[in-house]
């Protein structure tokens, strides 16, 4: 995510009333300036304080009248909010493949209304629900690369320009059917085919 600039301007070039934070930037959320508990306990100690003055931010002036102040704070508020958000699902950590861990190979069949893809196919799972799947097409061409567990996912698929990863909870609708694929494998780990469908995706395995 882009660094984010803040800042409110009342009467532009009147000089009334003037805002500015200096960039707050997430980046590399091992770096950023909010990236550890002491500095968002230090923000929210402010925040309630109503004070205007806040770590990293010039002078604010204090005679903001009560209705500028309440935009600020929310505009602050929002801000911490959505980058303690993205930092907890980037850093999220998936599990990797260990011994125990089940390995299948074959061949995917994937159909849509408008198109089939046909792909060499590794499937990785393990007994706590840790799920992996990379399609592929010859030598050297990921066509789709799927991690997965009870709360979190990341997909890329080359193929369709798709690149995602967050919370199960809040994935678009058109990667349901491949988030899908981790419930059917772990039910069903022994088969030698398996066949999944839906929402007009349909998914054969044949290993």
């Known amino acids: ?9 009342q009467g532009r070039g009147q000089g009334e009333d003037f805002l500015h934070c200096d960039q707050i930037g997430i980046a590399d959320p091992l770096t950023s300036r909010l990236r550890n ?29 009560g209705h500028r102040r309440i935009v600020f704070l929310f505009l602050i508020a929002s801000i911490w909010l959505g980058l303690t958000s993205c930092a907890s699902v980037s850093q999220h950590q998936f599990a990797e493949p260990a011994a125990g861990w ?6 995917l069949m994937y159909r849509t209304a408008k198109a089939t893809l046909i792909g060499e196919a590794l499937v990785r799972f393990s007994k706590a629900g840790d799920f992996e799947l990379t399609v592929s097409k010859g ?21 369709t320009g798709q690149h995602w990863s967050g919370p199960i909870a809040s994935a678009p609708s058109q990667l349901r059917g491949w988030l899908g694929l981790r419930d059917q494998f772990l039910r069903a780990p022994n088969q030698k085919t398996l066949r999944y469908a839906s929402d007009g995706e349909t998914f054969l395995f044949r290993f």
Request: hydrophobic share 45%; aromatic share 4%; with cysteine.
């Open 102 to 107: 089940q390995t299948k190979t074959g061949q």
């Open 1 to 9: 995510m882009a660094g984010l600039r803040l800042s409110l301007e």
């Open 37 to 65: 508990a002491t500095a968002r306990r230090a923000i929210l100690s402010h925040l309630q304080r109503g004070e205007a003055d806040l770590p990293g931010c010039s002078a604010i002036p204090h005679a903001m009248t």
């Open 139 to 159: 030598p050297g061409i990921t066509l789709l690369s799927l991690r997965q567990d009870a709360a979190f996912a990341e997909i890329n698929a080359s193929f």
